[in-house]
C-alpha cells in the first residue's frame, strides 16, 4: 500500500468504507454538472476536499501533486471570484495555471468555440476550467478535449463547484445536511447556481424550498423535487438555512420585477424576515451580492449565522479536491490509473 | 425540355385519394397521366415493370428553406415550395422568378412569396407582381407577424388575389428569445423557454383574422394540443384554415433536447410528449392537413454550437417519406391519408395540378417500396448537411424510382 493511500486510510477510518474503492468513488472524466452524480460521489468530493480546508488554514499552503501539469481556465464570461478561487486551487496543488480571458479574445474575433476547444487541446492541458454564458457550452467543449473539464459556470445550466462549496459549507455548519429545510429565494430563472444547488442539496437528503416571483420561477420545477413558493414568509417559516440569489440583470431581457425596490419589499432578506426562519438558521450567497436589495447588510454580516465568507473560503478547497480528482487517472495514481 | 415519350408502369398497388392502395397499372403520355387502373400500356409504350411497389404521387413539400435536389430526389419530392427566408428574402418579383426557375429541369420549385418587405411584418410586399412572377402563395417566413392591422391587410389583399397566407403561428412577445418550450426539460438545461400556448396564441389571432376577412390561411406548423383545438373548432365553423406540421414534431418531444443536442432544436421548439400526442391525434382526425420537410440543412458552423448559439432546423427532406410511413404502419392514418399529406392537400394549397394519381394531372409519379428497411445515417445523406435529429435510426420505405411530369428523374 502506497503512502499516500495508507495516510489517507488512518486520517479517516470512515472514508474508505463509504464509497466503492479507487477510481469507482468517482467515475467521471469531467465536472459538468451536479446532475448525473450519485450521492455517494457528491459526498467523496465534500469529503475530499476537507483536507484542504485544513491546509489552506496553514501558513504554508502548498501540496505537489499537480505539479508539472497545466491547467487553463478558460473563461468566455466575465468573472472574478470563480476564476480567482480556481487559480488558487491549482496554484496550492502546484499546478502550472493559466488564466485565457476569452472575453477579450479570438472568440470575438469569430472563431469557433469548438476551434477555441481544439486550441487549447492542442497545448496539451491536463484539466480545462471553462465558464461560458451559453448553457451547454461546457459539455459541447468536453466533448472536444483530450482532458478533464470542470464547468465553471454554463450559461443559465449549472455551476456544480459552487453548489459542491454550499454544501460543504452547510455540513460544517451543521453537521449533516439530510433533513435540514433550505430555503432559496431570488432569481431562479436565470440562475445556474440555484439549479446546481437543487440537485445536490435533494441527493444529499435537505428538503428544498424555492422562492421566487412567477416571472423568475422557471417552470416545471417541482420535477426537482423542491417545493415552490411565492410568499417569501411562507417559505421561510421553519427554514434552517437561507440562500439569497441576486437579480441577474445581464441576463433579463425585459421587465421581469418593477423595481429593485420593489423586488426588496416582497423578496428581500431583512433582519426582520429572517426571524420567520429558525433561530439558528443559516444566512448563504453565492455572491456577488446586492447588499440592500435582496439582502440587507444587517443580515450579510450576521455573526455566526452568516456563511458568506466561509462559502468563499469553501470554494478553494473544493476546486482543489476536484483538480486533484479529476486529473488522478491521468497521473496514475494509486487505485486511479484509467 | 422536348415532350417526354409515352410509357407505362404496371404490376403495382396505385395509391388512389381513398382506399387501400390498388392492384394496377398507370399509363403516361405528353407528360400526363393519360390512364391508371386495370389498363395495358399502348403499343410503343415504354413499359416499367413495378414489381409489386406502391405507384404513388410525387412528394409536394410544402415548405422548405434550402432548394436541395439529391436530398428531395432520395426523398421523392418532385415539387418543393419554397419559404421566402431566403438571403435576400423573396420579396421581389425578380427573385421570385429567378427562384421559381431554380429547380429547372428535374424539380418544380413554387416560391412562396414574401408577405412583407425583407420579412420585416410590416409593409406589404407586391404581392401581384410576385404572383406573376410565379409565387403561387405568400408566406409570413420564419417569424409571426405581430402587427394585426398588417396581418388583417395581408390576408384581405392575399385573398383578393387567390393566394393561400403561410403564417409561423408564435406569438414573438412570449417567444422572445427562447429556444425550448418552458417545462420540466428546459428548466433542468437551463435554457431560455416559452410557454407552448405562445402558438395557440398566435393561431388564435390568425384564425380570427382569416375569419374576419374570408381569406385563406395556412398555418405551417401546429404543435400544441392548444392550437390544434383552436384549428379543428374553426375548421368546424367553415373558416378556410388549414395545418401543417413537420416529422420532428410527431416523433419526438423535448426529451430530444437533452444533451444540448442541436440537431433537436427546432422552430418551433419540440414540444411536450402530450403536444406530441396530440399532434398524433389530430394527424388521425384530419385536423392536419400537410406534413412537410421544413428541409433546412446546415453545416457544422450553424449547428456546433452551444444550444441556444446554433440555428434551428433540420435536414428533413430525405426522411419525409419514411417517418410518414411510420404513422401508416401505426395504425394512424392509412396510406391514401399519407398520400394527401404528403402531396394531395400541398398541391391544392399552392393550386397546382398533380399531386394525386388521376387523369389528366401532371407525371409526377413515385414508385416507393414501402417496407424496405434502410438506417438514417447523418455522415452519408444526400442533403447538404447532415443536421437529422434521427441520425442512426432504422426506418423503412424507399424511393425506387421517380417521375417528373413524365420524365425520369430517379432509378
Known amino acids: 500500500m502506497s503512502k499516500a493511500l495508507s495516510s489517507m486510510t488512518s486520517a479517516k477510518p470512515s472514508h474508505l468504507s463509504r464509497y466503492p474503492a479507487g477510481s469507482a468513488a468517482f467515475p467521471h472524466r469531467n465536472l459538468l454538472g451536479i446532475a448525473g452524480l450519485e450521492s455517494h460521489e457528491i459526498e467523496f468530493l465534500l469529503d475530499e476536499a476537507e483536507q484542504w480546508v485544513e491546509l489552506n488554514r496553514q501558513p504554508q499552503k502548498r501540496d505537489d501533486r499537480l505539479a508539472g501539469l497545466t491547467i487553463i481556465n478558460a473563461f468566455f464570461e466575465n468573472s472574478t471570484r470563480t476564476r480567482l478561487s480556481f487559480e488558487i486551487a491549482g496554484k496550492r496543488l502546484g499546478a502550472d495555471v493559466v488564466n485565457m480571458n476569452a472575453a477579450q479574445s479570438s472568440v470575438k474575433k469569430g472563431e469557433t468555440l469548438i476551434d477555441t476547444a481544439v486550441t ?94 412567477p416571472a423568475l420561477m422557471p417552470e416545471g420545477i417541482e420535477a426537482m423535487k423542491v417545493a415552490p413558493f411565492h410568499d417569501f414568509d411562507a417559505a421561510l417559516a421553519g427554514a434552517d438555512v437561507v440562500m439569497m440569489l441576486r437579480l441577474q440583470q445581464e441576463r433579463m431581457e425585459g421587465q421581469f420585477v418593477p423595481s429593485p425596490r420593489e423586488f426588496r419589499h416582497l423578496y428581500g432578506l431583512t433582519l426582520d424576515r429572517l426571524g420567520k426562519a429558525n433561530s439558528d438558521a443559516v444566512v448563504m450567497h453565492p455572491g456577488p451580492m446586492n447588499r440592500g436589495i435582496e439582502i440587507d447588510s444587517n443580515v450579510a454580516d450576521i455573526a455566526g449565522r452568516s456563511l458568506i465568507t466561509r462559502q468563499v473560503e469553501m470554494g478553494v478547497a473544493i476546486r482543489m479536491a476536484c483538480l486533484d480528482v479529476l486529473t488522478r487517472c491521468h497521473r496514475r495514481a494509486e487505485g486511479w490509473s484509467a | 425540355m422536348s415532350t417526354p415519350a409515352p410509357f407505362t408502369i404496371r404490376n403495382g398497388l396505385l395509391v388512389l385519394a381513398e382506399g387501400a392502395p390498388r392492384k394496377g397499372a398507370l399509363r403516361v403520355s405528353g407528360g400526363r397521366i393519360a390512364a391508371l387502373g386495370n389498363i395495358q400500356p399502348d403499343e ?15 412528394l409536394v413539400d410544402f415548405g422548405t428553406f434550402a432548394i436541395d435536389k439529391p436530398a428531395f430526389h432520395f426523398g421523392g419530392i418532385t415539387r418543393a415550395a419554397l419559404m421566402p427566408d431566403q438571403s435576400p428574402a423573396l420579396d421581389h418579383p425578380a427573385r421570385v422568378r429567378f427562384a421559381a426557375q431554380s429547380g429547372k429541369p428535374d424539380l418544380w420549385v413554387h416560391p412562396l412569396g414574401a408577405a412583407t418587405r425583407a420579412l420585416e411584418g410590416k409593409e406589404l410586399a407586391e ?25 388583417l391587410r395581408l390576408l384581405r389583399y392575399a385573398g383578393m388575389l387567390g393566394m393561400v397566407v403561410v403564417s409561423h403561428a408564435e406569438d414573438g412577445g412570449l417567444s422572445g428569445n427562447a429556444v425550448a418550450t418552458a417545462g420540466e426539460m428546459a428548466t433542468r438545461l437551463g435554457l431560455p423557454s416559452a410557454p407552448a400556448e405562445a402558438e395557440a396564441l398566435a393561431a388564435a389571432r390568425d384564425i380570427a383574422i382569416a375569419e374576419l376577412s374570408g381569406a385563406r390561411l395556412h398555418l405551417r406548423q401546429v404543435t400544441t394540443a392548444s392550437a390544434l383545438a383552436l384549428v379543428r373548432a374553426a375548421k368546424a365553423r367553415g373558416v378556410a384554415v388549414t395545418a401543417g406540421v413537420t416529422p420532428a414534431h410527431f416523433m419526438l418531444s423535448d426529451l430530444a433536447i437533452g444533451d444540448f443536442r442541436t440537431f433537436a432544436r427546432m422552430s418551433p421548439p419540440l414540444r411536450c410528449e402530450a403536444d406530441r400526442q396530440a399532434v398524433l391525434a389530430a394527424l388521425a382526425d384530419g385536423t392536419i392537413d400537410v406534413i412537410a420537410s421544413g428541409h433546412d440543412p446546415r453545416g457544422p458552423e450553424d449547428k456546433r454550437l452551444p444550444f441556444v448559439d446554433a440555428e434551428p432546423g433540420m435536414a428533413g427532406a430525405e426522411t419525409l417519406l419514411a417517418l410518414t410511413l411510420n404513422l401508416v404502419r401505426d395504425g394512424v392514418i392509412d396510406m391514401a391519408r399519407a398520400f394527401a399529406l404528403l402531396a394531395a392537400n400541398p398541391a391544392r394549397l399552392l393550386g397546382v395540378d398533380a399531386g394525386s394519381l388521376e387523369a389528366g394531372l401532371q407525371a409526377d409519379i413515385a414508385l416507393i417500396d414501402p417496407d424496405r428497411p434502410w438506417i438514417v445515417n447523418s455522415d452519408k445523406m444526400a442533403a447538404s448537411a447532415g443536421n437529422t435529429p434521427f441520425d442512426r435510426q432504422p426506418v423503412q420505405g424507399r424511393v425506387t424510382a421517380l417521375w417528373k411530369g413524365g420524365a425520369r428523374i430517379v432509378g
Open chain 2, 127 to 151: 404581392l401581384a407582381l410576385m404572383r406573376e412572377a410565379g409565387a403561387l402563395a405568400v408566406a409570413t417566413g420564419r417569424h409571426w407577424i405581430a402587427d394585426s392591422g398588417t396581418m
Open chain 2, 44 to 58: 410503343g409504350d415504354t413499359v416499367v415493370d413495378a414489381k409489386g411497389a406502391l405507384i404513388a404521387p410525387g
Open chain 1, 120 to 213: 487549447l487541446n492542442a497545448m496539451r492541458a491536463d484539466a480545462i476550467v471553462i465558464r461560458h454564458a451559453s448553457s451547454g457550452a461546457v459539455s459541447l467543449i468536453a466533448g472536444k478535449v483530450d482532458c478533464p473539464v470542470v464547468n465553471a459556470g454554463d450559461g443559465q445550466h449549472e455551476h456544480p463547484t459552487q453548489a459542491l462549496l454550499d454544501a460543504l459549507t452547510l455540513r460544517q455548519a451543521k453537521g449533516s445536511i439530510a433533513g435540514l429545510r433550505v430555503t432559496i429565494c431570488g432569481d431562479l430563472l436565470h440562475s445556474r447556481v440555484a439549479r446546481s444547488n437543487m440537485l445536490c442539496l435533494t441527493a444529499l437528503g435537505a428538503e428544498v424550498r424555492v422562492c421566487a416571483p
